[in-house]
């Protein structure tokens, strides 16, 4: 028996059952494939974070301890996870999600630089850019490790409930009893010790509607052939053929903001859902409110921006 059951072993799920495991809550994480794996949206050596937020003030205040959070992790897992190595955002001058992105910043007090097409020029000469771009400089910004910070999670989660069944006496084989509370298709999940090299990475945040039961079908060509293409024109000290080639599934909701709340008519079920690629980086908080979700508590942030019940077709049945 157990308090809860976690579904989903990626970094949202995995944040989760850390956070309810360090509250003493019973817990079993559950996960479809064997681990690791990157079949999902939590694979890939790295993720870039940030505070600030355009419009979406919410995120920003999140991510003020979500860099805190992070850091916890770090020294609870002994790992370096967060790699505070700055943003550079640029588009032409004017640009709406550039104003949204100065705004945020000034907002909520974040350092940051505005920079003219000759301050690019200057600074970023590895750049291509067309002559009329402009960019902002957020110096909160930065390169999460993903494939290490969701290992950490787990690592730490591991730890928290070994020691709490040592506590309590109660003991199986192997070093690490508890590892039967992290339950994937295939056995025991190793925890390796990965380490890679240094790498330029560029993503694509479009592509087309996919069946997460036939993701392998996708077809990614046009894609890539965008990103070969940018790479020519804008990076040109890069070659144009990557040597890896990730795809990333993620879900979408309407308006791209979280569904983080209860099921509107089983209010034992806690959804966590629809992070519309822009969730990683604000994991440990996640973590945090779904837990707190889970076990009845007042959650930590105002949640309305993430309800369920604002999508019509969510009203319509309850």
Not at 238 to 264: A, G, W
């Amino acid at each position: 028996m157990y308090d809860v059951v976690v579904v989903g072993a990626g970094i949202e799920g995995s944040a989760t059952a850390y956070n309810l495991a360090k509250n003493g809550e019973k817990t079993l994480l559950l996960e479809q494939f064997s681990l690791p794996h990157s079949r999902g949206s939590s694979h890939g050596q790295s993720r870039i974070t940030r505070v600030e937020y355009g419009e979406d003030d919410h995120y920003a205040v999140m991510m003020k301890e979500g860099g805190k959070l992070w850091r916890s992790l770090e020294r609870e897992s002994g790992t370096s996870l967060l790699v505070n190595c700055g943003c550079l955002s640029v588009s032409k001058q004017g640009n709406s999600y550039m104003k949204a992105t100065i705004s945020s910043l000034s907002r909520n007090g974040i350092k940051y630089d505005i920079l003219t097409p000759g301050d690019l020029r200057d600074r970023y000469p590895m750049l291509s850019l067309p002559p009329d771009y402009v960019g902002v400089f957020d110096y909160s910004g930065g390169v999460l490790r993903a494939d290490k910070a969701l290992r950490a999670f787990q690592t730490v989660l591991i730890l928290v409930l070994y020691w709490k069944e040592k506590k309590d006496g109660e003991f199986s084989a192997g070093r690490f009893p508890a590892f039967r509370n992290i339950r994937e298709n295939g056995g025991v999940y190793a925890l390796p010790s990965l380490e890679y090299p240094g790498h330029a990475k560029v993503c694509y945040h479009d592509g087309p509607e996919t069946d997460p039961d036939s993701r392998d079908m996708a077809d990614t060509g046009r894609i890539l052939s965008t990103m070969k293409s940018y790479v020519r024109e804008h990076l040109p000290s890069l070659q144009d053929t990557p040597s890896i080639v990730e795809p990333c599934m993620y879900t979408n909701t309407p308006d791209k903001q979280f569904i983080l709340d209860r099921h509107p008519i089983h209010r034992n079920i806690i959804i966590g859902a629809g992070f519309s690629g822009h969730g990683f980086k604000l994991s440990p908080v996640v973590g945090k409110i779904l837990s707190e979700l889970a076990m009845d508590k007042t959650p930590s942030y105002d949640l309305t921006p993430c309800r369920i019940d604002r999508f019509s077709s969510t009203k319509a049945r309850m």
